[in-house]
């Protein structure tokens, strides 16, 4: 069983940066294909990146791409995403997901989900 823990979210104002974390434990890291996706309040949760496991494929959510940058560090057990230019419409919880096979679209059949961390950009 994997264990995901976020970190990383807070308060920035818009332009500035963030860089959230996941913590995985418990499991085969290297093995996972790692995905981040966010909700807003009386929103869809929505794609936000992932990582295959080997990190040859990587895939971005059209309304961050260019800003926003996905990675892991194996060393670790540690996928980052780093964000860069936020927007108020960043704002969101922001979860992180593990499956043991593929990056996929929807959140709910990831094999494993952290509790999410919140993300605030003020105007």
């Known amino acids: 069983q994997v264990h995901l823990v976020e970190s990383g979210g807070g308060l920035v104002q818009a332009g500035g940066s963030l860089r959230l974390s996941c913590a995985a434990s418990?499991?085969?890291?290297?093995?996972?294909?790692m995905a981040w996706f966010r909700q807003a309040p009386g929103k869809e949760r929505e794609f936000v990146a992932a990582?295959?496991?080997?990190?040859?494929?990587?895939r971005y959510g059209d309304s961050v791409k260019d800003r926003f940058t996905i990675s892991r560090d194996r060393s670790k057990n540690t996928v980052y995403l780093q964000m860069n230019s936020l927007k108020p419409e960043d704002t969101a919880v922001y979860y992180c997901a593990a499956d043991k096979v593929a990056i996929i679209d929807d959140y709910d059949l990831y094999d494993y989900r952290g509790q999410g961390t919140q993300v605030t950009v003020s105007s």
């Open positions: 990582s295959s496991w080997s990190g040859e494929t990587i």
């Open positions: 418990g499991g085969t890291f290297n093995m996972l294909a």
